[in-house]
Protein backbone atom coordinates (compact mmCIF):
# COMPACT_ATOMS: atom_id res chain seq x y z
CA UNK A 1 0.00 0.00 0.00
CA UNK A 2 1.86 3.23 -0.77
CA UNK A 3 2.51 5.64 2.08
CA UNK A 4 0.97 9.33 2.39
CA UNK A 5 2.50 11.39 -0.04
CA UNK A 6 2.58 15.20 -0.85
CA UNK A 7 3.64 17.76 -3.11
CA UNK A 8 5.62 19.83 -3.97
CA UNK A 9 8.61 18.96 -1.35
CA UNK A 10 10.59 22.24 -1.35
CA UNK A 11 9.24 25.36 -2.25
CA UNK A 12 10.38 28.68 -1.95
CA UNK A 13 8.05 31.45 -2.01
CA UNK A 14 8.15 35.34 -1.24
CA UNK A 15 6.50 37.74 1.05
CA UNK A 16 3.22 38.36 0.35
CA UNK A 17 2.95 35.92 -2.27
CA UNK A 18 0.56 32.76 -1.38
CA UNK A 19 1.08 28.95 -1.56
CA UNK A 20 -0.80 25.58 -1.62
CA UNK A 21 0.46 22.70 -0.86
CA UNK A 22 -1.30 19.11 -1.33
CA UNK A 23 -1.64 15.92 0.54
CA UNK A 24 -2.83 12.33 -0.76
CA UNK A 25 -3.71 9.98 2.24
CA UNK A 26 -3.15 6.78 2.81
CA UNK A 27 -6.14 4.59 -0.17
CA UNK A 28 -8.73 4.05 2.42
CA UNK A 29 -7.77 6.65 5.06
CA UNK A 30 -10.71 9.10 5.46
CA UNK A 31 -8.66 11.88 7.55
CA UNK A 32 -6.64 14.31 7.17
CA UNK A 33 -4.32 16.73 9.23
CA UNK A 34 -1.98 18.95 8.94
CA UNK A 35 1.37 20.19 11.22
CA UNK A 36 3.75 22.63 10.54
CA UNK A 37 7.07 21.83 11.80
CA UNK A 38 9.70 25.00 13.30
CA UNK A 39 12.93 24.62 15.23
CA UNK A 40 11.66 26.79 17.79
CA UNK A 41 7.89 26.12 18.02
CA UNK A 42 8.06 22.17 17.70
CA UNK A 43 4.64 20.55 15.89
CA UNK A 44 2.11 22.53 15.82
CA UNK A 45 -1.48 21.57 14.58
CA UNK A 46 -3.23 23.35 11.98
CA UNK A 47 -6.09 21.62 10.88
CA UNK A 48 -7.86 18.07 10.76
CA UNK A 49 -10.46 17.39 7.39
CA UNK A 50 -12.63 14.39 7.42
CA UNK A 51 -14.90 13.53 4.92
CA UNK A 52 -14.76 16.92 3.72
CA UNK A 53 -15.37 18.81 6.65
CA UNK A 54 -13.10 20.85 8.63
CA UNK A 55 -13.20 17.93 11.97
CA UNK A 56 -11.11 20.29 14.33
CA UNK A 57 -8.78 23.62 13.83
CA UNK A 58 -5.09 24.87 15.78
CA UNK A 59 -4.37 28.40 16.62
CA UNK A 60 -3.17 29.59 13.50
CA UNK A 61 -4.34 32.95 11.77
CA UNK A 62 -6.85 32.72 9.03
CA UNK A 63 -4.28 32.80 6.24
CA UNK A 64 -3.87 29.25 6.64
CA UNK A 65 -6.93 27.60 5.41
CA UNK A 66 -7.14 24.11 3.94
CA UNK A 67 -9.98 22.03 1.87
CA UNK A 68 -10.62 18.21 1.38
CA UNK A 69 -11.53 16.51 -1.82
CA UNK A 70 -14.34 13.66 -1.96
CA UNK A 71 -11.65 11.31 -2.98
CA UNK A 72 -9.96 12.24 0.37
CA UNK A 73 -6.77 14.19 -0.82
CA UNK A 74 -6.79 17.72 0.87
CA UNK A 75 -5.02 20.80 0.34
CA UNK A 76 -3.89 23.55 2.20
CA UNK A 77 -2.81 27.05 1.39
CA UNK A 78 -1.17 30.07 3.08
CA UNK A 79 -1.73 33.77 1.98
CA UNK A 80 0.19 36.88 2.36
CA UNK A 81 3.49 34.40 2.99
CA UNK A 82 5.44 35.96 6.04
CA UNK A 83 8.61 34.77 6.87
CA UNK A 84 7.95 33.37 9.78
CA UNK A 85 5.97 30.86 8.12
CA UNK A 86 8.75 29.23 7.03
CA UNK A 87 8.47 25.33 7.94
CA UNK A 88 7.98 21.46 7.35
CA UNK A 89 4.24 21.53 6.73
CA UNK A 90 3.31 17.60 7.46
CA UNK A 91 0.42 16.19 6.74
CA UNK A 92 -1.10 12.86 8.23
CA UNK A 93 -3.58 10.34 7.01
CA UNK A 94 -5.27 8.45 9.55
CA UNK A 95 -8.59 5.41 8.77
CA UNK A 96 -10.89 7.60 10.45
CA UNK A 97 -11.15 10.62 12.86
CA UNK A 98 -12.84 10.83 16.75
CA UNK A 99 -10.95 7.87 17.89
CA UNK A 100 -7.09 6.93 18.80
CA UNK A 101 -6.39 6.45 15.24
CA UNK A 102 -2.58 5.89 14.16
CA UNK A 103 -1.62 8.76 12.12
CA UNK A 104 0.75 8.25 9.16
CA UNK A 105 2.63 11.03 7.89
CA UNK A 106 3.94 11.83 4.83
CA UNK A 107 7.55 13.23 3.63
CA UNK A 108 6.55 16.34 4.34
CA UNK A 109 6.49 19.78 2.69
CA UNK A 110 9.53 22.23 3.05
CA UNK A 111 8.49 25.98 2.89
CA UNK A 112 11.20 28.37 2.72
CA UNK A 113 9.58 32.38 2.51
CA UNK A 114 12.42 34.91 1.06
CA UNK B 1 -4.69 20.87 31.06
CA UNK B 2 -2.60 18.94 28.35
CA UNK B 3 1.07 18.80 28.76
CA UNK B 4 3.70 16.45 26.79
CA UNK B 5 7.56 17.13 28.58
CA UNK B 6 10.86 15.50 27.16
CA UNK B 7 14.50 16.14 27.54
CA UNK B 8 15.82 17.50 24.41
CA UNK B 9 18.82 15.40 23.94
CA UNK B 10 20.25 11.92 24.74
CA UNK B 11 23.65 10.32 24.09
CA UNK B 12 24.44 6.89 24.26
CA UNK B 13 27.02 4.79 22.89
CA UNK B 14 27.10 2.45 19.85
CA UNK B 15 25.85 -1.21 21.13
CA UNK B 16 24.41 0.54 24.26
CA UNK B 17 20.88 1.02 25.57
CA UNK B 18 18.99 3.99 25.22
CA UNK B 19 16.02 5.25 27.32
CA UNK B 20 13.91 7.72 26.12
CA UNK B 21 11.51 9.46 28.46
CA UNK B 22 8.28 11.29 28.87
CA UNK B 23 5.76 12.64 31.28
CA UNK B 24 2.44 13.64 30.48
CA UNK B 25 -0.15 15.18 32.32
CA UNK B 26 -3.43 14.17 31.17
CA UNK B 27 -5.71 12.53 33.50
CA UNK B 28 -8.08 10.57 31.35
CA UNK B 29 -7.97 7.51 29.26
CA UNK B 30 -5.55 7.91 26.88
CA UNK B 31 -3.14 6.51 23.86
CA UNK B 32 0.83 7.19 24.06
CA UNK B 33 2.71 7.30 20.95
CA UNK B 34 6.54 7.34 19.86
CA UNK B 35 7.11 8.72 16.43
CA UNK B 36 10.86 8.61 15.24
CA UNK B 37 11.73 11.32 13.05
CA UNK B 38 15.33 11.32 10.81
CA UNK B 39 17.19 14.27 9.04
CA UNK B 40 14.80 15.68 6.60
CA UNK B 41 12.05 12.88 6.79
CA UNK B 42 8.54 12.76 7.87
CA UNK B 43 7.01 10.81 11.30
CA UNK B 44 7.49 7.26 11.59
CA UNK B 45 5.10 6.01 14.02
CA UNK B 46 7.25 3.22 16.12
CA UNK B 47 4.54 2.24 18.11
CA UNK B 48 1.81 2.85 21.37
CA UNK B 49 0.53 2.10 24.25
CA UNK B 50 -2.90 2.35 25.89
CA UNK B 51 -3.13 3.81 29.19
CA UNK B 52 -4.61 0.43 30.89
CA UNK B 53 -1.54 -1.45 29.95
CA UNK B 54 2.63 -1.40 31.47
CA UNK B 55 4.42 -2.49 29.00
CA UNK B 56 5.24 -3.31 25.26
CA UNK B 57 7.30 -4.98 23.29
CA UNK B 58 7.87 -4.83 19.71
CA UNK B 59 11.58 -6.00 18.65
CA UNK B 60 13.97 -4.25 19.74
CA UNK B 61 11.73 -1.74 21.29
CA UNK B 62 9.91 -1.37 24.95
CA UNK B 63 7.58 0.70 26.12
CA UNK B 64 6.57 1.25 29.62
CA UNK B 65 4.24 3.32 31.39
CA UNK B 66 4.14 4.43 35.13
CA UNK B 67 0.41 5.57 34.91
CA UNK B 68 0.87 6.59 38.53
CA UNK B 69 3.98 8.67 38.08
CA UNK B 70 2.36 9.52 34.46
CA UNK B 71 5.54 8.75 32.55
CA UNK B 72 6.42 6.62 29.34
CA UNK B 73 9.10 5.03 28.61
CA UNK B 74 11.02 4.05 25.00
CA UNK B 75 13.92 1.76 25.38
CA UNK B 76 16.08 0.70 22.36
CA UNK B 77 17.91 -2.21 22.73
CA UNK B 78 21.46 -2.65 21.29
CA UNK B 79 21.42 0.87 19.65
CA UNK B 80 22.93 0.85 16.30
CA UNK B 81 23.96 4.36 14.36
CA UNK B 82 20.81 4.21 12.12
CA UNK B 83 18.73 4.84 15.28
CA UNK B 84 20.05 8.82 15.28
CA UNK B 85 16.89 10.19 14.87
CA UNK B 86 14.87 12.84 17.03
CA UNK B 87 11.80 11.32 18.80
CA UNK B 88 8.75 12.76 19.70
CA UNK B 89 6.29 10.80 22.70
CA UNK B 90 2.24 12.46 21.80
CA UNK B 91 -0.87 11.32 23.68
CA UNK B 92 -4.37 11.62 22.19
CA UNK B 93 -7.39 12.16 24.99
CA UNK B 94 -10.86 12.42 24.39
CA UNK B 95 -10.63 15.47 26.04
CA UNK B 96 -8.06 16.89 23.51
CA UNK B 97 -10.70 15.57 21.08
CA UNK B 98 -8.00 12.69 19.65
CA UNK B 99 -5.94 15.60 18.72
CA UNK B 100 -2.35 14.50 19.09
CA UNK B 101 -0.73 16.87 21.90
CA UNK B 102 2.98 16.43 21.11
CA UNK B 103 6.30 16.30 23.51
CA UNK B 104 9.44 18.52 21.79
CA UNK B 105 11.29 15.35 20.57
CA UNK B 106 14.44 14.50 21.74
CA UNK B 107 17.67 14.18 19.50
CA UNK B 108 19.54 10.55 20.17
CA UNK B 109 22.83 11.08 19.41
CA UNK B 110 25.02 7.55 19.04
CA UNK B 111 28.72 7.51 19.47
CA UNK B 112 31.07 5.08 18.26
Known amino acids: KAGVTQTPRYLIKTRGQQVTLSCSPI?????VSWYQQTPGQGLQFLFE???????NKGNFPGRFSGRQFSNSRSEMNVSTLELGDSALYLCASSQAAGGPYEQYFGPGTRLTVT | GEDVEQSLFLSVREGDSSVINCTYT??????LYWYKQEPGAGLQLLTYIFSNMDMKQDQRLTVLLNKKDKHLSLRIADTQTGDSAIYFCAEITMDSNYQLIWGAGTKLIIKP
Open chain 2, 26 to 31: DSSSTY
Open chain 1, 27 to 31: SGHRS
Open chain 1, 49 to 55: YFSETQR
